[in-house]
């Protein structure tokens, strides 16, 4: 059997022997600590580029962890855009590549988002980290934007349109990305989610993340969310110290009335300028400043313990990104 060790033994570079001393050693590290060792351009990451660091966004360990977690074989998350989405995905491939590798589905809306995305995000952080660009292949047909055949195991990047696709391998690691735009239905009235999945039924330890902003209440996203243990992240007041979850409810969300000029219309400047949060247990105003410290003592809640211990599911709204 062709293992990642006997891969890497046939290469002559620093960054093989590196990797190496590590597998002698039984060293494998934990997703969060080896993603704080990644590095991300500006190219890759306009609004955090530089050494990766969960300071910003420590809700996503939660996220990156469970890929090493054998007993979660169903990862789904319900997050909106700029929370850090795609970069917790990039992060726990990358580390399964190295440390967990089998074949991956990643699975995209159409086939020319998930050209762009190879092109402009994942190909350049595997340029950008010196272990995955050790075990790329040699052969530069063998790493294109749609297949790619690392040393350790194969990448396939799909439309969730290309019913083909979907069903001709078998899949130990299975990424379902932006599921509520996908094709809502193959020729034969079988989801393109479900299809995706069955992939993976016949492979041992095969694992299956399903992520994206829900659109209805019926749609699979959110049904998948509902199955799961319904993680949320809870952060404690400044002023009071208990923990709510960020969240839109009556009267949370305020500003000042005075930002509506005589005529009715907003004076949108001064409506992000007097906006406050009102903490749901003592009524303080929480302000943009206050957030970075409150996320980095948060912590996740499940709200359905009693889930299946394999099926794992969080939520994640635009108030936690450090960057709205």
């Not at 570079?13 to 993603?35: C, F, H, K, N």
């Not at 995209?108 to 995955?132: G, H, M």
């Not at 299809?195 to 209805?216: D, M, N, S, W, Y």
């Not at 001064?270 to 009524?283: F, M």
Request: proline letters at 7%; one cysteine or more.
């Amino acid at each position: 059997m062709t293992t990642l060790a006997s891969l890497l033994g046939e290469r002559d570079d620093p960054i093989a022997e590196q990797m190496l001393s590590v597998l002698d050693r039984g060293e494998i590290p934990e997703p969060v600590t080896w993603a704080e060792r990644q590095s991300f351009s500006q190219r890759i990451s306009p609004a955090a580029p530089g050494l990766f660091s969960f300071t910003l966004t420590p809700y996503l360990k939660d996220f990156v962890s469970s890929f090493a977690d054998p007993a979660v074989t169903d990862d789904t998350a319900v997050m909106a855009s700029q929370v850090g989405k795609t970069t917790a995905l990039m992060l726990g491939v990358g580390w399964s590549i190295l440390h967990q590798p089998g074949p991956t589905l990643w699975v995209t809306p159409t086939e020319a988002f998930a050209r762009s995305f190879s092109q402009t995000r994942w190909q350049p952080f595997v340029n950008d980290n010196p272990e995955l660009a050790a075990i790329k292949p040699t052969d530069k047909d063998l790493f294109k934007l749609l297949e790619q055949h690392f040393q350790s195991c194969t990448v396939n990047f799909v439309g969730s349109n290309s019913t083909s696709q979907l069903i001709s391998r078998p899949i130990q690691l299975f990424i379902g990305d932006e599921i509520e735009e996908w094709q809502r239905a193959t020729n034969d009235g079988t989801s393109a989610l479900r299809q995706g999945e069955q992939r993976t039924k016949a492979v041992p330890g095969a694992k299956r993340i399903k992520c994206g902003t829900p659109k209805l209440i019926a749609g699979e996203l959110w049904q998948d969310f509902l199955a799961g243990d319904q993680r949320h992240y809870q952060i404690p007041c400044p002023e009071c110290g208990v923990p709510f979850i960020f969240e839109m409810k009556k009267n949370t969300l305020q500003w000042s009335h005075e930002a509506k000029d005589k005529t009715g219309v907003w004076n949108h400047a001064k409506v992000l300028e007097t906006a406050r949060y009102h903490c749901p247990a003592c009524d303080f105003q929480i302000r943009d400043h206050h957030k970075p410290a409150m996320l980095r003592a948060g912590a996740m809640h499940r709200a359905r313990p009693e889930a299946p211990a394999h099926r794992r599911s969080r939520h994640l709204n635009s108030f936690y990104s450090p960057w709205v």
